[in-house]
């Protein structure tokens, strides 16, 4: 691990600041990679090290830092980027810090540590009347550290926006070992620079995100999720565009493509729907707001040229957002595997990406499904592979590579929501430019000027 300091030597030193039991060696297998397992990622690392409080981290680091030890920050390791992968060095494991620091319903904001896991944070709010609206999708497994780290995403991150917007303040460990505070529990801040925005969404290579103050909002009433079927692409993707015209404002707009619902669709709350491309949208608001608010959106959705509209009520509403969340794993079920991107381009755009994506994979002879949150232009684009075939992960690959290309050459992103991690890091400085480059690797520089964090990723 360092020259001239043994494993042996190196395990006590670290023992000794967080306890014997919580220092892993060899790192469990479990630690090596993430939730792009299914990729064949999986990394290495010399000791899985679980501090329980924000000095731990700051020791540990101190340590790591006297003796050139890379340190990989994990979360709950839902990440799909392989930002949470290490590449040598220790594992910094965050599940120990998972205490309730202040709980302020009055106030609407809670201080949490970085550990807590996304669905236990939301439960918490929940119980007094109170919401946490992002909603990443593995919301039991992944941690509210991991949320702000890759400034996770999800369904209705469209009217709520991604979880930076919902932090007010983070506590992060930075190199050489020392804790710092960027904002708290202040609602407006706009002294300095906003490191509460560049450690958001930083993916563990500028410090680790030990606690975060979060702003909650009092709980909707009521959602009420709508569904509609278009015949094509090219109909559902102008019939997102009609919707956001129509000056209504709901809470998500996602689509599902026609490959995808075939695959998916026969047992859609409300359903089986006809084949084609879905639309799901949601209004919100008290019980009388929802119930309009639906039907202006069934309204517009109906304009738009709808051949199938369905109105989940009751337990179907909760239904209908499980069938949404299965997408993934069921996709993933048809051949077994799949390699998926997330790219984002301008919503003008989708249409021209979904059928981009499908051209690709018809070019390089791969099974194409997409699906996403249409309403910010964020594709899951997906090229359905054969676990072990070689081949087939070969040509998966390729399209992988084609559609990084394809986003920014229609002025998107080659990530909208899971980050760079080790998977996209060759293609960032395409997307960033010389400027760009130069900004990210001085801002890198000026957090940790050793390269220690993450190292190989960003
Ligand atoms: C089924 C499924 C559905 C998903 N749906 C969505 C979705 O809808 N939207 C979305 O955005 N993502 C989604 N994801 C991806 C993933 O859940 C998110 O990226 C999540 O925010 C990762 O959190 P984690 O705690 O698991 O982080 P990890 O995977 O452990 O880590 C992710 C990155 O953050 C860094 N990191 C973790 N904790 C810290 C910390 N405390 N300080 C500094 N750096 C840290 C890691 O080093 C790594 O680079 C999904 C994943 C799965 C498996």
Not at 88 to 103: D, E, H, Q, S
Not at 114 to 136: H, K, M, N, Q, Y
Not at 196 to 221: D, F, H, K, N
Request: with cysteine; charged share 20%.
């Amino acid at each position: 691990m360092m020259a001239g300091v043994t494993v042996e030597e190196h395990h006590q030193a670290l023992a000794a600041i967080v306890g014997a039991g919580n220092v892993l060696s060899p790192a469990p297998r479990e630690y090596l990679s993430d939730g792009t397992l299914g990729r064949g990622l999986e990394g290495q690392a010399d000791a899985v090290v679980l501090p329980g409080s924000a000095e731990e981290v700051a020791a540990v680091m101190r340590y790591c830092d006297a003796h050139d030890v890379a340190i990989t920050t994990r979360g709950g390791g839902t990440g799909f980027a392989g930002g949470a992968v290490p590449q040598g060095g220790i594992v910094l494991a965050t599940g120990r810090m998972a205490r309730v620091r202040a709980f302020d319903p009055l106030l609407w904001r809670i201080h949490v540590e970085a550990g807590v896991p996304t669905a236990e944070l939301r439960r918490i709010a929940r119980g007094s009347g109170l919401w946490f609206p992002p909603d990443p999708g593995a919301a039991e497994q992944s941690q509210i550290g991991g949320n702000v780290a890759t400034n996770a995403g999800g369904p209705h991150a469209f009217k709520y926006g991604t979880t930076r917007a919902w932090v007010t303040g983070i506590e992060a460990v930075i190199p050489p070992g020392e804790i710092v505070t960027a904002g708290g529990p202040v609602r407006k801040d706009v002294a300095g620079y906003d490191l509460v925005g560049l450690l958001a969404g930083s993916e563990g290579t500028l410090g680790i995100v030990t606690a975060v103050w979060l702003r909650l909002i009092p709980a909707v009433e009521a959602s009420l999720p709508i569904a509609a079927v278009y015949p094509d692409a090219a109909a559902g993707c102008a019939a997102v565009e009609a919707l956001m015209g129509s000056g209504i404002f709901p809470a998500c707009i996602e689509y599902v493509d026609p490959p995808a619902l075939a695959a998916t669709g026969h047992d859609l709350p409300g359903g089986p729907p006809p084949d084609g491309f879905l639309v799901i949208s949601e209004a919100d608001g008290s019980e009388a707001e929802a119930t309009a608010g639906r039907e202006a959106l069934r309204d517009a959705l109906a304009g738009a040229g709808a051949t199938w509209i369905a109105t989940p009520d009751g337990d179907d509403v909760a239904a209908l957002w499980r069938w949404r969340d299965a997408i993934s794993p069921r996709i993933t079920a048809v051949r077994g595997g799949k390699l998926a991107e997330d790219i984002a381009v301008p919503v003008d755009r989708l249409a021209d990406a979904i059928r981009g994506s499908a051209e690709i994979g018809m070019r390089h002879g791969v099974d194409t499904m997409s699906w996403g949150h249409a309403g910010d232009g964020n594709l899951h684009s997906s090229f359905l592979v054969s676990p072990g075939d070689a081949g087939d992960n070969a040509r998966a690959e390729a399209a992988c590579e084609e559609l990084f290309d394809l986003a920014l050459a229609l002025g998107g992103t080659i990530t909208g929501e899971h980050g760079i991690g080790l998977l996209k890091r060759s293609h960032l400085a395409e997307q960033l430019g010389p400027a760009g480059q130069r900004l990210n690797a001085e801002i890198k520089r000026a957090f940790d000027p050793k390269g220690l964090l993450n190292p190989g990723k960003g």
